[in-house]
C-alpha cells in the first residue's frame, strides 16, 4: 500500500488536512456556483424549485464528493487511474448498446436515483490514465514516436465512442483535455504543430471538396457549416440560437438589463436557456461588467490551478492537475465561444453555471482529484 | 505498481515550462473570448439593443381551412366564408372595459355584452389574441377598422367561419361547430394546439364532432418579427397548416333535401339506402334546425324554441329514434319460420280476429278476422293472428337470433354520435332487465313488433336492404375522403335459403301491388319500378278495454299516444337498387301516413329527379298533379344573410 511511501510521510495527515486545501480555489468555486443559482433563479422567471433549488442541492453533493476525494491520498487514486479509465470504456460500450436515447443522442445509463454519463466521467477518467502513464514514462522518452502513439490510441477509443452516441462536443474535449496532458508531460512542439496543420488541412481539403467530384461531406453538413458562417442563412434552427443569443448578448449592454429584466430570456426567445446558452441569460441581465466578472472568476480559477500545478513536485500531480484544469478551461471557452458566435453550436455546458448534474459532480469531482493532488504533494 | 513517482527539478521545470506557455494560450483565448464580449457588449451593445427591443420574434399558430363536406355529386354541404372580427389582446389594451366602451360608440355593443366580453376573456392568457365580436357587417368592421389607433389593443382580422348552405337539411348528419366549451375540453386527454386557440370552433354534433380530428387539419407555425407594437415586420419562416380533410358523403342532396321536405311538418325519419353497396342516399329527420344558428351564437329565442318543441327537434330520429317496429318486423317473424322449417307456405291459417292464449285474448288488427291465410297473404293482409300461431311455433330465441342477423340490437357501424342499437329480446335480456319469466304473450307481441322489440328507422333500412338483396349489407354515409374513394367490399351473403327469401319478398310485393293489399293505394304504376313494401302501425300505449269498447277515432285522441306509422319497402322488385324507411311518429297508420310518403322519396331516388305522373295510380294524378306543382326549387347553395347588429 502506497499509504506508507516514504515520500508522503511528510504530508498532513487527518484533519490538519484541512489547513493544506488550496482554499482560495474553493472560495472562487463557490462564487461561480452561487452566480448559476442566481441565473437559473432568473431563467426560471423566479421560480426557484423549478432549476435553481435542485442545482443547490447538486452543488451541495458535489461539495462533499469533492471534500472526500480531496482527503484521499493522491497514491490511492494513482493506484485507481487505469482502473477507472477501463471502467470508463466498458460504461462507453454499455451505453452505446443499452443507453436511453435522450435528445436524439445516446448518452445515458439510467440508474434510477441518477443518470449516469459516462462520457462525463471518461474526461476526468482520461486525464488521470495519461498522467500516469506519462508519470511512468521515463521523460527523455516522451517524444519517441511508439510512446506517442500510445497515448494517442488512449484518447482516440472514448473519444470515437462518444462522437458515435453522437456527442461532438465531449468528443473535442476528450481529445483537446488529453492533448494538453501530452504536451504537459513533453511531448515534442513537433508533434503539436503536425497535428495542427493536419486539422486546418482536413478543414481546406473538406472547402475545397464541395461541389467537387471528391466531395467529402454531405451537402446538409456543408449547409451546417454555412449556417454557422452567417447564421441569418437559416433563421429559425442552429442559425436562429446564434442570432438570439447574439441578440440577447450585445442588447445588454455594458451594464446590463436588471436581474430578472432581459427580454430575451424572459420572453423565451433563447432555446436551451437553463442548460447551455444560460450565458446569454447572465450577458443580458448583469452586462459587460457582469459577463466580464464571470470571466476574471473563471480566469483565476485557472490561475491558481496551473500555479498548483507548477508547484507539484510530483509528475503525476502536476500532470493531473493541469489535465483537469484544462478540461474546465475547455468547457468554459468553448461555451462562450459558442454564444458569441465564435464555436459552432456543438453542446458544451457553462461549467458549475449551467443546469445539469451530471456535468457538475464531475467536475466538482476533478477539483478534488486537483485539492487530493495538492494537499498531498511531495515536500 | 510500486514504482514511486517520479520526481525531479529537470521534470519539474519542464512541466512548469510547459504550464507557463499552455496558460499564456489559454490567456490568448481568454483574451478573445474578453474582446468578443466588448465588442458585442460594448460597441455593438446599440444595435443589438434596438434588435431586441423592435424585432422580436414571435411564433403565430396559422390556422388550418376546417375541411369541406360534400354530396356524392359535388355539392358542397359544409363551406367556411370569410369572418369579420375583431380580437383583442389583453395585455395591450391597458383597461379592457374603457376601451370597450369607446368601442361602443362606435359600433352598437350593449352594456351586458361587455360584460360577456369581460367575462370570456379570463380563460385566456393575457398576450393572446381573443376574439370579442364575430361576424360583423362589412360596414362595422370598416368602422372598427378606420378608428383602431384610438382602440389599444384591439385589432381587426379576417377569420373563415363554417357556414351550412342547405340550412336544415343536414343538421343532423352533418351536425354543426361552435366555440369549445369546459365540457369539450375535458373530452380530450391531451387537447391539440388548435383546439386551444382562441377562436376554434369545433365539432358539436354530427360529423363534425365525430369526424372532428380529420376535418380540423394540423396547425402551422408562422415564425415572424414584430416590433414594439406588435405589427409583423417580417417573416422569417413558416411550416404552413395542413388544410382539414375534405369528406364526400353518400348523400344525395337532391333526394335529402326531397325527404326532409316530403317529412316537414311531422316528427318523422326517412333513410333510403342502396341495398347493394349499402351506401345511405338520405337520411331524413324532421324537423330540422338551422345549424348556421350556432355557429353565429344562438339565440336563448332560438335555443328554446328547440328544447321544447314537442316534436324534438335537436334528435336525429334516423338512428337515435328506437320505435317499437310493429308489423314491418313480420318478414323477419316469417323468415325465421321458413327457415326453421316450422311452417309450410302453403299452409292455411284461419283467422277470427282473435286468438287464446292462455287466458288472454290476442287481436288481430282486423276485428272481423281475415279468415283463411297463407304465408304471403299473412304478409300482404298483414294479419296478425297469422304470426301469432306461427311464432308459438319458432320460440323468441330463433325470433331474436334472426332479428339480429337482420341488423337488430346492434348499433350500425356510421360515424354519428347518440346511435340507438335498438333491441331484439329474449328470456335472458328479460330476466337482466326486469328478473321476470319471459311468458308466452311475448313471444306474441314480438312476433308483430310490438312489446319489447325496438329499431331505429336506420336498422328498419338496413334490415330492408337485407331483404332485398341478401346479403349482410352494413350501412356507410361517407364516400371519399380527400378524393380517395372509401374502400367498399361486397357484403358476405345473409346465407338464407333463396326460396324462402323469394317467398317473403313475394309477400312483400303483394302488400304493395295487389288490391287490398295493406299499400296499395301507395304503388307505384310503372311495371319495371315496383316497389315491395311493409307497412306498419305501432302502437304507443297498450289499448285498454274500454278504449277498445269507446273504438276511439283516431283524431281525437292527443297526438302523443297516437299510433306511430311506418314503412319499409325496397325497389324495383325485379332488380331492387334501394331500400327505404319511413317512420312519422304519431302518424296514426303505416298505409295511411308512412306509405305515400315512402312512395314518393323512392319514386324520387329511382327517377333522379321529379318522377313523370304516370307513375302514380291513375285515381292519383289530379293529386299529385298540385302536389308536384306545389314543390319548391331544389334548395341550392343559399348564401347567408349579412349578419347584422341584431344578433345577440
Known sequence: ?379 | MKRPSTSSRDNTSRISRRAMVLGGIQGLVIGTLAWRMRDLQVNQSSEYRLLSDENRIRDRLLLPERGLIFDRNGQPLAENLPNYRIVMIREQAGDVRTVLAQLARIIELPVERREDIIRSMRRFGPSKKVPIIEHLSWEDFARVSANAPALPGIITEVGLNRYYPMQEDYSHVIGYVGPVSEADLNRFEDPDQIILSPGFQIGKTGLERHKGALLRGVAGIQRVEVNAVGRVMRELGRNDSLKGTDLQLTLDHDLQHYAQYRLAGESAAAVVMDVNSGDVRAMASTPGFDPNQFIYGITTKYWNSLIENEYRPLADKTISGAYPPGSTVKMITALAALEEGVVDPNEEIMCRGYVEVGNRRFHCWKRGGHGRMNLTDGLKNSCDVYYYEICQRIGIEKMALMARRFGFGAKPPLPLPSLTSGLAPNKQWKFDRYNEEWRIGDTLNAAIGQGFVLASPMQLAVMTARLASGRAVQPRIIQRINGVAEPLARAPSMQLSDKNLDLVKLGMFRVSNENRGTAYKSRINEPSLAMAGKTGTAQVKGISAEERAADLDSDEVPWKYRDHALFVGFAPYDNPRFAISVVIEHGISGSGAAAPVARDIMLRALYGTQPPISAYPRNLWPQMREQQANEPPPNQNIQPATPGSDRA
Open chain 1, 1 to 379: 500500500m502506497s499509504f506508507l511511501d516514504p515520500t508522503l510521510n511528510q504530508t498532513p495527515r487527518g484533519w490538519r488536512k484541512v489547513f493544506y486545501i488550496n482554499w482560495p480555489l474553493v472560495l472562487l468555486i463557490i462564487a461561480v456556483a452561487c452566480f448559476g443559482f442566481l441565473m437559473l433563479y432568473s431563467v426560471a422567471g423566479g421560480d426557484i424549485s423549478r432549476w435553481a433549488q435542485p442545482q443547490i442541492t447538486r452543488f451541495s453533493v458535489g461539495m462533499v464528493i469533492m471534500f472526500m476525494v480531496a482527503f484521499t491520498p493522491i497514491s490511492f487514486w494513482r493506484q485507481v487511474s487505469l482502473l477507472a479509465y477501463f471502467g470508463g470504456l466498458v460504461l462507453l460500450l454499455i451505453v452505446l448498446f443499452f443507453g436511453s436515447v435522450g435528445m436524439g443522442a445516446q448518452r445515458w445509463i439510467d440508474l434510477k436515483f441518477i443518470q449516469l454519463q459516462p462520457s462525463e466521467l471518461m474526461k476526468i477518467a482520461l486525464v488521470m490514465a495519461l498522467a500516469l502513464y506519462y508519470d511512468w514514462l521515463p521523460p527523455e522518452k516522451v517524444s519517441h514516436f511508439g510512446f506517442v502513439l500510445i497515448p494517442l490510441a488512449m484518447i482516440s477509443l472514448p473519444a470515437m465512442m462518444v462522437v458515435v452516441q453522437p456527442d461532438l462536443g465531449t468528443a473535442i474535449l476528450l481529445v483537446a483535455s488529453g492533448g494538453v496532458v501530452m504536451f504537459l508531460a513533453g511531448v515534442s512542439y513537433w508533434y503539436f504543430i503536425a497535428a495542427i496543420s493536419a486539422v486546418v488541412g482536413a478543414v481546406t481539403a473538406v472547402f475545397m471538396s464541395r461541389g467537387a467530384s471528391w466531395q467529402l461531406l454531405n451537402n446538409y453538413q456543408y449547409k451546417r457549416i454555412d449556417v454557422f458562417l452567417d447564421p441569418s442563412l437559416d433563421p429559425l434552427g442552429d442559425g436562429y440560437h446564434i442570432t438570439q443569443s447574439k441578440i440577447a448578448l450585445g442588447s445588454g449592454g455594458l451594464s446590463g438589463r436588471g436581474f430578472m429584466q432581459g427580454p430575451q430570456s424572459q420572453l423565451s426567445f433563447l432555446p436551451e436557456k437553463q442548460t447551455d446558452f444560460i450565458f446569454t441569460t447572465l450577458a443580458e441581465e448583469f452586462g459587460y461588467i457582469g459577463s466580464t466578472f464571470l470571466l476574471i472568476l473563471y480566469t483565476l480559477i485557472m490561475i491558481f490551478a496551473i500555479s498548483a500545478a507548477m508547484k507539484n513536485k510530483s509528475r503525476f500531480g502536476a500532470l493531473l492537475i493541469g489535465g483537469i484544469a484544462a478540461t474546465f478551461f475547455f468547457y468554459f471557452a468553448l461555451n462562450m465561444a459558442m454564444v458569441m458566435g465564435l464555436a459552432p453550436v456543438v453542446g458544451v455546458p457553462l461549467p458549475l453555471v449551467s443546469y445539469g448534474g451530471s456535468a457538475m459532480l464531475v467536475l466538482l469531482g476533478g477539483f478534488g482529484l486537483i485539492q487530493s493532488a495538492h494537499v498531498h504533494r511531495p515536500k
